[in-house]
């Protein structure tokens, strides 16, 4: 213990240091009150007993079990954080120094124009040097090791209400149950947004879209379109804390309200994500798969399995609402909807039948670092050929069917995304992902 006595003794500011300045020494000032070391003192500026508090959390059934379950954590073993190190806009949801920074200084997720380029551009980034960190212990729990007492387990890094970065800013997602934990995770778990990248590159407006579904969204023979569609036209991978919160779709119209189920204003995210563990799912690894301890906790549910008609028939309906919406999103009998059956790259393979990924069919030949190309079997012709492509590339491109598309299905790709990628198929938010489907299949 010698070491961390070392270590408290520092921390509390009792070791007088001397002046290494030029200059004739001063007087030396009187003594401060020595704290007791190895045993905890009596008052405020006293030593404490190293042993004593570090072991709150130093000890097997403590730090040490939470660490083995979060080896188990795509947190932990995910590759994001590591190749995304370094870029300044996508740190703050894949960084630990990027999360803990944008948290701290409550980083506004507006979009600016900048005048001299007449383009608008995203305000949520970090400095460079703040660009990096694998998501650890110390991201979520950023007041580790301050007091060096169990109580530094909290605050959480974030629980302020979540400004959406989708909108620049303009809707937040304010879920204040359970002390607003959800919101912990929302800041990473929400949608990237979708910007008019052709044009002044500002959020697009969804209710644009909503409101106008005859409208054309994308003319290939138009000069002012918002935004030319590419394989990786997409929300991004967190659509659940917005699906969760019963926002973030294209709200088109229709037979079905838009309203929210009792999970999103009853249950945080830790209550079905961290409850006790059940094979390789819950506690810090985070997961919910196959894992229903959280369902029938605190009165929620009795008896609720994977074998529950709850369970079963609410996945079945928006499967089923999925696959529909997906096969009404074509073009002249071609899907829109791009399909992966490589379950290792996309991560809503068993989501549907037909094994959609939530990209588009757009040819994409360019190869990525990892030795993977990003859509050679792409269908639709892609209106943004890259300089990098081979000769033959280019004009295999122009070979391909021109993809058009209307404010409704453009509007009905997004909701699509939104409720393929939330993962569960319903259960986090069942009347929000139904509302979306049924109103977009309606528009078509
Ligand atoms: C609030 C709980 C908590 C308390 C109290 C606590 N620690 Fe830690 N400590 C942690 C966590 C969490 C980690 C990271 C563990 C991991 O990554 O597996 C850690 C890691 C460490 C490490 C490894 C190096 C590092 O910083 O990651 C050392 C050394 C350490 N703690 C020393 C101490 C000492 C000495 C005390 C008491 C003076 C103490 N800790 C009190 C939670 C705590
Ligand atoms: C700092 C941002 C951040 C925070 C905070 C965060 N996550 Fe994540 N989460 C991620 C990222 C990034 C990934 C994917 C990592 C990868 O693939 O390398 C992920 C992955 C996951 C996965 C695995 C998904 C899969 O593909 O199988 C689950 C489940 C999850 N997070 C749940 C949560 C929950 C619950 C919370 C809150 C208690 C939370 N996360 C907080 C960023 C975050
Ligand atoms: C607003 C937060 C946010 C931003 C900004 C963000 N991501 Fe993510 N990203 C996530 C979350 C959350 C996940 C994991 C979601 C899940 O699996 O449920 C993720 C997943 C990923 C994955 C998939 C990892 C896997 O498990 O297969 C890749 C790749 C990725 N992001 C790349 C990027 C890149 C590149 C950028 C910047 C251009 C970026 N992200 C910006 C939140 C974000
Ligand atoms: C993605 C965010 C996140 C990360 C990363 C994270 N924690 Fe936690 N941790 C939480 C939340 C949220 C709770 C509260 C859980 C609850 O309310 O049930 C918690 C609770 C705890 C507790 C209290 C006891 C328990 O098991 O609930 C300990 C101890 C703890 N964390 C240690 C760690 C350690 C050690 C690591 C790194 C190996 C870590 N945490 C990483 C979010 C996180
Ligand atoms: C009512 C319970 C419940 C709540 C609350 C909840 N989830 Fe889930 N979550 C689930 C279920 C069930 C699945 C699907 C698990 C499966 O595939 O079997 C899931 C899946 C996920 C996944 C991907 C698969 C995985 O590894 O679990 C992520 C990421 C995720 N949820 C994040 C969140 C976030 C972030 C929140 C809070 C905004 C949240 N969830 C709130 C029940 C819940």
């Known amino acids: 213990m010698k070491k961390l006595l070392f270590i408290i003794a520092i ?11 030029e200059g004739p020494i001063g007087p030396q000032g009187p003594a401060g009150t020595n704290g007791t070391n190895g045993t905890n003192g009596t ?63 409550n980083t506004p997720t507006t979009f600016t124009l900048n005048t001299t380029t007449n383009k608008y551009v ?6 460079a040097d703040k660009a990096y960190g694998e998501i650890t212990c110390s991201t979520c729990h950023s007041s580790l090791h301050t007091t060096y007492t169990i109580a530094d387990l909290k605050p959480f890094t974030n629980t302020a209400a979540v400004a959406m970065t989708m909108w620049g800013g303009a809707k937040t997602i304010n879920l204040t149950q359970k002390e607003g934990e959800s919101h912990l995770c929302i800041k ?9 990248s052709a044009g002044n590159g500002n959020v697009l407006d969804y209710n644009g879209i ?54 999103s204003t009853s249950a945080s995210c830790q209550d079905c994500h961290m409850s006790p563990m059940t094979g390789k799912a819950g506690g810090h690894s985070f997961t919910a798969k196959g894992n229903f301890n959280g369902c029938n906790a605190d009165g929620c549910h ?40 490589d379950a290792e790259a996309n991560l809503w393979a068993s989501l549907t039948a ?20 990003n859509n050679p079997t792409g269908i639709f012709q892609n209106p943004s050929p890259s300089s990098s492509w081979s ?38 938010n069942y009347n929000y992902s139904k509302a979306l489907l049924q109103n977009s299949i309606e528009k078509l």
């Not at 921390?11 to 300045?21: D, E, P, R, S």
């Not at 929300?235 to 709200?251: D, F, K, L, P």
């Not at 959609?356 to 360019?366: A, E, R, S, V």
């Not at 069917?401 to 569960?424: D, V």
């Open 302 to 341: 009795t008896g609720m399995a994977g074998s529950s008609s709850g369970w079963t028939n609410t996945r079945a309906e928006i499967k089923g609402l999925l696959e529909t919406l997906a096969g009404k999103l074509n073009v002249g009998g071609i899907d829109i909807m791009n399909r992966n059956p």
């Open 43 to 105: 008052n405020g500026n006293d030593g404490v007993d190293a042993n004593a508090t570090c072991t709150q959390c130093h000890a097997k059934d403590v730090v040490e079990l939470v660490a083995t379950q979060y080896e188990l954590s795509k947190h932990s073993y995910g590759e994001a954080a590591f190749e995304e190190a370094g870029n300044t806009t996508c740190a703050p949801c894949h960084e630990s120094e990027a999360y803990k920074y944008v948290s701290a200084n």
């Open 188 to 196: 990473c778990h929400q949608p990237r947004p979708l910007t008019a």
């Open 122 to 127: 995203n305000d949520y980034t970090v400095p």
């Open 391 to 428: 000769a033959d590339q280019k004009a295999f491109n122009l070979t391909l069917p021109k993809i058009s598309l209307t404010n409704a299905q453009m509007g009905g790709i997004i909701n699509f995304q939104m409720c393929l990628r939330e993962y569960s198929l319903g259960i986090h």
């Open 210 to 263: 909503a409101s106008n579904p005859t409208g054309i969204f994308y003319d290939p023979t138009s000069t002012t379109n918002l935004l030319k569609p590419g394989y990786r036209t997409h929300v991004h991978y967190g659509s659940v804390g917005a699906i969760y919160a019963g926002m973030g779709g294209v709200e088109f119209s229709g037979s079905v309200a838009y309203t929210s189920s009792t999970h």
């Open 354 to 373: 037909n094994k959609y990924d939530g990209y588009l069919n757009i040819y994409d030949p360019i190869n990525n670092p990892n030795g993977t190309a």
């Open 11 to 21: 921390g509390a500011g009792l070791l007088i240091t001397a002046c290494t300045k």
